[in-house]
């Protein structure tokens, strides 16, 4: 066989399983466009019928849900729009989807959590980011500016919000401890939970976050948008698009040790919840983060520099000055 043959027989090989693979973590995206809130609202319903939410509850669930998207398009009292383009409204769908899929899934596994822990779970994500959001009296120039504090200030705005509709102190409670394992400097073996199912919760949350950005069909893309925020957030150690993209192949490998160790590895279950309600024996999201790394492993290989003409998807970068 002539080499330029086997070259090309290579590369055709890579192209197929480069299809097959983009195909299986597409079926996450195909799933649901967490873009529009119409389909967001059509899941989330089909979700809490599975976790069997009362319907009170649920519609109290939905009100947060409508309150939280006001709050980010800039309709809430007393705040401004969201302005940080990877911690945005969309990204706080993908972590309540990927939260409450993996609440789904451990419930399938016969661990009981009760109608105001899913609640609980639930209203966790939709606040774990609305630190990021300003008030309109504040001097910052940027949501992005908050990046450092932006976990205590989501668990402030959970006591306002909270307090002003009526919510338990319990609950509260719950919600703002349940937040805590989203911030990567949090030790949770050292937070006292309010009981043992807050404490189980907190681990879904923590890791319903990691899937939810991580096996994102744009998360690469959108990580040129985290290198801005950053900057704005004067987070040291980030000087560069690149150097985000090269930080993001260790912060990978970190995150599967924190999934496993500190997070029990309760995302291994995620598998029972696509194969019990979808007939997919596969968990997309560890399909969707590692075909992630593995195209990014691919750009940063062979085309140092030129990283943006390989993240088109969406046309994001476009948007980038």
Known sequence: MRKIDSVFIVHKIHFMNDKKERKTMDQLSMLVDTSNLNEVEKIVSELLQFLQMKHELADRFKTLLYDIRDLYEGRFPGYRACDTEYHDFRHIMDVLIASLRLTDAVKLSDEFISDNGVFVLGAAALFHDTGYIPEITDSVECGAEYTACHVERSIEFVKKYMKSKGYPKLMTAQISQVILSTELKVDLQRVDFVNEETRRLALILGAGDLLGQMADRIYLEKLLFLYREFKAGKIPGFDSEEQMLRK?????KTMERRLE???????????IHFRERHNINSNLYHTGMLHNINYLNYILENHSGAHRDYLRRDGLVSKLI
């Open 261 to 271: 160790k500190d997070l029990e590895g309760i995302d291994r279950l995620m598998i």
């Open 248 to 252: 993001t192949v260790d912060f990978y």
